[in-house]
Nanobody
Framework: QVQLVESGGGLVQPGGSLKLSCAASGTIFRINTMGWYRQAPENERELVATINQSGSTNYADSVKGRFTISRDNAKNTVYLQMNSLQSEDTAVYYC?????????????????WGQGTQVTVSS
């Protein structure tokens, strides 16, 4: 069984910063791509940023230059540093990871999601 646990969300004023963390635990042989997605009320879930095992990153245009994704492979953890936050960044942020785990009989790749953490940008 694999779990992704997020932390670091909260309320911040416009222009402020927050850092999200997401730690994967359980039967993990390897983690490929890790990423962050977000979903605002009445909107579809959208990609924020991804990072692969070698450290290559990809960002949504709306967050380029303001957000930085990073990972600690030894800790199976991905981070999202969010600076210059705007009201449009308000959403539930979800962690995602593509993980090589086991079904009890053989290894298998599987996509996992965290439970989500609320980020609210408001004065």
């Amino acid at each position: 069984q694999v779990q992704l646990v997020e932390s670091g969300g909260g309320l911040v004023q416009p222009g402020g910063s927050l850092k999200l963390s997401c730690a994967a635990s359980g039967t993990i042989f390897r983690i490929n791509t890790m990423g962050w997605y977000r979903q605002a009320p009445e909107n579809e879930r959208e990609l924020v940023a991804t990072i692969n095992q070698s450290g290559s990153t990809n960002y949504a245009d709306s967050v380029k230059g303001r957000f930085t994704i990073s990972r600690d492979n030894a800790k199976n953890t991905v981070y999202l540093q969010m600076n210059s936050l705007q009201s449009e960044d308000t959403a539930v942020y979800y962690c995602n990871a593509y993980i090589l785990t086991s079904n009890g009989l053989s290894p298998m790749w599987k996509d996992y999601w965290g439970q989500g953490t609320q980020v609210t940008v408001s004065s």
